[in-house]
């Protein structure tokens, strides 16, 4: 699992967990953002368009929340500052370290 811990600054901090036996992971400043969201790409998974141009896919079955959205849940999404994003039908907001650390699992 993954800690998360916010800063003053409104700035997220993540760990990895220590039971996973690997180093922590400190993000912090991090210039990279989300452009769109779309869940049309491939069957199950989410496509998740980063700033940088990159696009990640990522297996919707990671958010259960997200998975058990309707398809017209889904589309009404929103990005804030970026970083983050969450849908109107859900209170739960993710961000694109959620991404990044679901594609790095893999």
Do not use: H, W
Not at 19 to 25: P, R, V
């Amino acid at each position: 699992s993954i800690l998360i811990e916010y800063s003053m600054d409104r700035r997220l901090i993540f760990y990895e967990s220590i039971k996973t036996n690997k180093a922590m992971c400190r993000f912090k400043d991090t210039n990279l953002g989300i452009k769109k969201l779309d869940f049309n790409e491939k069957r199950g998974m989410m496509a998740v368009y980063l700033t940088d141009g990159r696009e990640i896919l990522v297996p919707v079955s990671l958010f259960p929340e997200i998975k058990q959205l309707r398809k017209s849940q889904r589309e009404n999404y929103m990005i804030m500052d970026g970083q983050f994003f969450s849908f109107d039908a859900i209170s739960k907001i993710y961000s694109v370290k959620d991404v990044l650390s679901c594609n790095l699992s893999q």
